[in-house]
């Protein structure tokens, strides 16, 4: 299970690297600071079963905080 994180740290640091390249700063130092997390958590060498709880309250926030910044925060518009 600890092999899932690093490729979820490798697809996080791929998507920072194009953010980055594509000028969007913000959302580059948000995919660098979820690398972060993964990797350090990789490392930890924890049970598979605390992987997974690990890995729903990070679903869950990640919901939460989707939920919250498209309703109050986004402003739709087209084009």
């Known amino acids: 299970m600890d092999r899932m994180f690093r490729v979820l740290a490798f697809w996080t640091g791929v998507f920072m690297v194009m953010f980055y390249v ?5 959302t580059a130092v948000l995919f660098l600071v979820q690398t972060a997390f993964f990797l350090t958590l990789s490392y930890l060498k924890l049970s598979e079963r605390m992987y997974l709880y690990l890995f729903g309250a990070y679903l869950t926030v990640f ?3 989707f939920t919250w910044y498209t309703e109050f925060i986004m402003i739709p518009s087209f084009g």
């Open 22 to 26: 594509g000028e969007m700063y913000n």
């Open 63 to 65: 919901m939460i905080g």
